[in-house]
C-alpha cells in the first residue's frame, strides 16, 4: 500500500470546484478544501438578512459543497490581507470593482503557503479556460501561475486536457485521461457531469460568489471611498453596502434607508454607531445616517425618509431622531418622490 497524493481544492461553494474536487476522490488522491473568507461573498448575507427570500436556502455552499464530498474544508479569514487586492489591484479591476487576476493570484499564493506548511501535494482548482474573461483566458492562465508561485503544482481538472501536463500528471498521481477537456461559458458539460455524478442539488452555475462584480454594489464602493476621499474600508462598512437603499442628498452624508423588514431587523443592530430616523406615526424604515450630518439637513433627511414609510401620502409624520445621542422627534411632511433626484441614489 502507498501513501496517497494529497491535493487541497479551493472551494468557492460553485459547482466548478465541487466537480473537480470529485474527479480527484474518483482517482484515489486525498483531498481537503480551502475557502477563503474576504468579506464580500454573496451567499449567506442578503438571502439571511432579506424576509423576501426567506424561501431561499440559509447555507454556507462551500460547507454544503465539503459535506457533499466527504472532505474537510478549512474556512480561512483573509479580510485584512485581502484590503490590498480591492484598493490597489495590479491587473485592474473587471467591469465593476472585481479585481478578478489579481483575486486568482493573491488566493494562489495563499493556498500554495497552506500546501507547504502541511505537506500536500498539489492544489485544485475548477477554473476552466475561456469561462471568466479577466482571470481564465488562456493567455492570462501562465500569468496566474507564473505570479502565485504555484509553478506546475496547479491543476485544473475540468479543463486540464486543453493544457500541457502538470506535476501531478507526469509522475502519475493522476490519470490525464480521466480529466476534462472543458472549454468556454457553456455550462452544459459541467451540469451534464453533475448528474453523472448524483448531484441533484448544487449552487447556481452561472452565479458569481463576490459582491464585486456587482454593478450596483461596486457603485456604492466607489461612492464611499468618494466620500471618505480615500480607498480603505472596514468589515462594517462592505457590509452595510449589501443592505438597504443608500441616498446621498449632499457629499457630507448619506442615508441607509431599509427596504423591508428583515433589514430593518439589521440596521437596527448598528443603532449605537450611527445616527437614526425612524418613523412613529406610520411604519416605515429604519436609517442609518452615514457621515457628518449638519443638524440643520436633520428635517430635511426626516422628509426624504417620511417619503419611503407608509405615510408617504399623508399631510404630515412623525419620526424619532437619535442624533449625536439625543433624541428629537421631528413632524413633517414627506418629501415628493420627484424632490428626490436619481443622481442622489447611490
Sequence with gaps: MTTPRKAVALISGGLDSLLAARLMLDQGIH???????????????????????????KRNNALWSAEQLGIKLHIID?????????????????????PCLDCKIFMLSKAREWMQKHDFDFIITGEVMGQRP???????????????????????????KNLTPTLPE????????????????NRKPQIALAKEFGFDD???????????????YSRKLADLWRAQNSKSYELD????????????????YKLIISREEGENRFLRGYRKSFSTIEPESHAGPLTLIDGDIADADIEYAARIVA?????????????????????KRYTVPPLPADDIPREWYV
Design 307 to 327: 417619503r419611503f414609510s407608509q405615510g408617504r401620502a399623508a399631510e404630515f409624520v412623525t419620526l424619532k431622531v437619535n442624533h449625536g445621542g439625543i433624541e
Design 31 to 57: 483531498v481537503e478544501g480551502i475557502n477563503f473568507y474576504t468579506g464580500f461573498c454573496v451567499e449567506g448575507h442578503t438571502h439571511a438578512i432579506r424576509s423576501k427570500d426567506k424561501s431561499k436556502p
Design 237 to 252: 462598512d462592505i457590509m452595510l453596502l449589501k443592505v438597504g437603499r443608500h441616498i446621498r442628498p449632499k457629499p457630507n
Design 134 to 160: 479577466m482571470s481564465q483566458r488562456k493567455d492570462l492562465l501562465p500569468v496566474v501561475i507564473a505570479e502565485s508561485g504555484t509553478d506546475d503544482r496547479l491543476l485544473r481538472p475540468l479543463c486540464a
Design 78 to 98: 483573509i479580510i485584512e490581507e485581502y484590503k490590498q487586492v480591492v484598493i490597489n489591484p495590479r491587473h485592474g479591476y473587471g467591469a465593476n470593482m472585481n
Design 170 to 185: 507526469r509522475e502519475g498521481w493522476v490519470d490525464r485521461d480521466k480529466l476534462m477537456k472543458f472549454h468556454g461559458r
Design 202 to 216: 448544487f449552487a447556481s452555475p452561472a452565479g458569481g460568489c463576490c459582491f464585486l462584480t456587482d454593478k450596483s
